[in-house]
């Protein structure tokens, strides 16, 4: 089982593509693609923490839909544009504010905001948020794991830290399970 992050994938949001200028002609090709992008990296029995702004603006039927579309045990850090649809949302084995868990050794704050400091900064713990789509600039021990920081698709711990040593956007394709359309 592996373990992925992802944030502000935005479903059904008409804003979406203005707003952070997404590569997707329509908001039905946006959706698909994230849909399709994140079936690419995630199995069936791996876990993904969406760190909120699942999705805004489908009925409760569509949100569900979506949900139950996406591979894996889903868990949902809520954002500000989660609604009463997204989280009541059959599919979702965990909804709450923050959590803190630890992954591969390193011990994990998940928000859908950034900090500027949590619990256990001093002792390496990294703050993993959304909310910012890529446009704050980053402090030490944080990463923005937002679709649109991230590739458009759930990443993996060690994606997220080589992230900041590339200084841009992660690239397509950097999974084993196939590469994927923006």
Sequence with gaps: MAIYFTSDTHFGDPRILRLDRRPFPDLAAHDAALIANWNAVVAPEDEVWHL???????????????????????????GNNDGPGTLAAPGWASVAHYAEITVEARRLVLCHYAFRTWNGIGRGALNLHGHSHGQLKPIPKQYDVGVDAQGFAPVQLPAILASRRRGAKAPEGRNHRGSFAV
């Design 52 to 78: 909120g702004d699942f999705a805004l603006g489908p009925s409760d039927a569509r949100v569900a839909e979506i949900l139950a579309s996406l591979a894996g045990t889903k868990h949902l850090i809520r």
